[in-house]
């Protein structure tokens, strides 16, 4: 009898105390997780400035934004348009092989074949390419239409898993599957293709803009030529030109006009350079053949050319891409917080909002390799430029998505306002999309400290870009490798916390803009 | 103390309320009574914009943030009251003297047992409950409410309202349970298609003529 009014009491102490004692929620403890770990990275990451007069020079490229030079508006011109065409025709032919494969992304085959292509970045493939085609334009069409091909097919799945298959299973049998799915499926779902589709051609435009830094004839290339020359005016009238075609999009991209525009575009990146099948079958049979076994030193020579590459060059440079992501990552973070209001009604005024969409604009159209690009060469070679272009530009992204979302927040007419508003009504409304958007780009910010490497930063692509320039391709293609695999793991990490954290992204809208 | 004149209110393409004249002095214990749609929330809207710095408000959604606990959600009636940083601290610490307070006001709608339970685990009753709270955390003098105990069984309805009658003192409620009008409120307003239909004192008034006319 007594003891079992005592099981009854502890239980009833026990749910009392459930609700009594405040627990911190799981996010919250994972938030800080992260932020001790890039803590725990600053000591060992090299965040020092060795310029002689950062400021300065800084001072000289503020300097060249109020005389953007038209004088020399001729090349900008012309690399605008090769930017232009490069994006548009990778783009669009990656979107009609994603599309393909999208059809058979249930294949386990398709689906890693696919993991891995978009683990490698846009430069990567370019940087391989360039060994096989030479300047060909094929270079760049294949460096944008691989990996892209590869993310559209897994977006293009996503979709269409989501989608309503009822009417389609009623008249599959009747109609068979390629008529069914072109009355039944495609008409639901074709907008939302459309949507990501053009989303996509933006980051193309970027993308597309980069691969002038390894020697395509795009934005890039003139732009670093401009930067080094110091011709800051030249700089600005690059940046301005590709900002206004980024801004005028929706102008000038309609689905109509886009046949039109593929059938242009060959026309301007064509140029003289020959495919020579020599190059190609001697990249295959001899480059990329580890030179042990070119040597026939046997397995015993492979494995200690393997662990002498891995110790000297694939494990430092995996220290600092993790570190420096770790840092850059917590870093966006924070400034997506601070910045999303900027764009949010539950803070500003039209006016306000205004200038806070153009400051996000600008942010998150500069590709992350040009602001890297343009702090490295005023502050000097540390991971601090590359720390900073990274939480930029994704926090810009990010800023914008949870501005967008907060937006669709309705709160009571008489909740608080400012800081209380921010703290107490906002934020934890939003915060589990903001960590989901943010894991998302996870991987995506590891995937772009990887080749900011090429820059000089010590991360996996120092390593990889060495290797090219010492014409060591075969270790090159093991390092190139290496990351990807190191972004597959984190990306599996990242799916793994969101499902544990049940992060979901809203609508379909912000989802599409948030997944690249 | 709240008037309104000839009032009309319309959305996009229809006329919510069509000539209301009502004046609400300090004291009174109002009940707007009606089918949905039939422009409470609307009326209740145009009362707030009067003085909105006065009013404790229970909206029909409630107006909480799911994923605070309730601790959180009721001590947000008197951000107002504190210095920032106060707030910042106690969002991140629940510190002593809020919770007490909090936890106090929580024994009388009973749900202290759920003080950091997260609202999003509640159910409609229970976070009807808390708007409920939010509101009397607020420590005004004027309380709205638009249905404040929709989604209460009979024996925590007349808790609500009795609560509801000794912290405030005036109270403008839209309703549709009309017993719960006539037993708490001193005066009740009838609207029907964005008209004020009726306007008398609970004593003049007979149950099953409201019931006929405003009841759903």
Redesign the interface.
Known sequence: MYAKTCLIFTVNKLTVSKGLRFRRSPRWKVSWLFVFVALACLPFADLSISTYDPWAELGRLFGGLLQPSLVAIEKPFEALLQTLAFAILGVSSGSLIGFGLAQLFHLRLVRIVCASVRAIHELFWALIFLQIFGLHPLTGLLALGLPYAATFAKVYAEILEEGDRRAYDTIRQSAGPTSAFFYARLPDLWQHFVTYTGYRLECGLRSSAVLGFVGLPTLGYYLSTAFLEGAYAEVWALLILFYLVIASLRYWLRPKLLPLYILIAPFIIANDSEISVDNISRFFTQDIVPLPLRNSEGLSGLWQWFTELFLTEALPGIINTLLLTQIALVLTGLIALIWFPLISRLFFERFGRLLGHLFLVIMRSTPEYILAFILLTLWGPSMLPAVIALALHNGAIIAHLMGRYSNTLSLRVDATAGMNRYAYEVVPRIYNQFLAFLFYRWEIIQRETAILGILGITTLGFYIDSAIQDIRLDRAMVLIAITAALNVCIDSLSHYIRSKLRLSIGSQQISAESRR | MLHLVSANASYEDSIALTDITLHIPVGQKLALIGRSGAGKSTLL?LL?DQR?TD???V?Q?Y?L????????NVY?GQ??RHP?WY??LN?I??LKKPVGEVQSILSVVQLS??????IGQLSGGQQQRAAIARAIMQNGDILFADEPVSSLDEQQSNLVMKVLCQRFETLVLAMHDIDLALKYCDRIVGLDNGRITIDEPTGSLVRKDLLDIYGE
């Open positions: 809207k707030y909105p009013i404790a408000l909206p959604d107006g943030v799911t994923s605070l606990s309730l601790f959180h947000m951000l107002g920032l707030n910042l969002l610490k629940p047992d759920k003080l950091f339970e997260p």
